[in-house]
């Protein structure tokens, strides 16, 4: 099965709190999309590049990552394409599954 259909996508996770990254991630896997978690940039990175996700989920406070993560997405040819929505784990806490969802397929519209 393509791994990258309208309604089973790839997203990466690049968050380096343990809780916010598998509550993330559960919601995502049960609206059934395959789930890449990263916990640094260099990780997110080397993640994305074998495995060519849809769209980024990114902590912007994530020690040594956020902004230079997207920096550094954008900067690769075959990964600038990819949709980011920047997440901290403050505003996750307030989100629900279907907030979350809405505003990974806005991105994924935009793109």
Excluded: Y
């Excluded at 900067?75 to 990974?104: H, Q, W, Y």
Aim: charged share 25%.
């Amino acid at each position: 099965m393509d791994p990258h259909t309208a309604d089973h996508r790839v997203v990466l996770i690049a968050q380096d709190d343990p809780v916010s990254s598998r509550v993330m991630a559960g919601w995502m896997a049960r609206d059934g999309h395959d789930v890449i978690c990263a916990t640094s940039a260099t990780d997110a990175v080397a993640k994305a590049q074998r495995r060519d996700p849809d769209v980024a989920l990114v902590d912007p406070r994530m020690a040594g990552a956020g902004p230079s993560l997207v920096s550094r997405l954008r900067k690769d040819r075959t990964l600038r394409r990819i949709p980011v929505v920047m997440i901290s784990p403050d505003v996750a806490a307030r989100f629900n599954a279907e907030a979350l969802g809405e505003c990974v397929n806005a991105a994924l519209r935009t793109a």
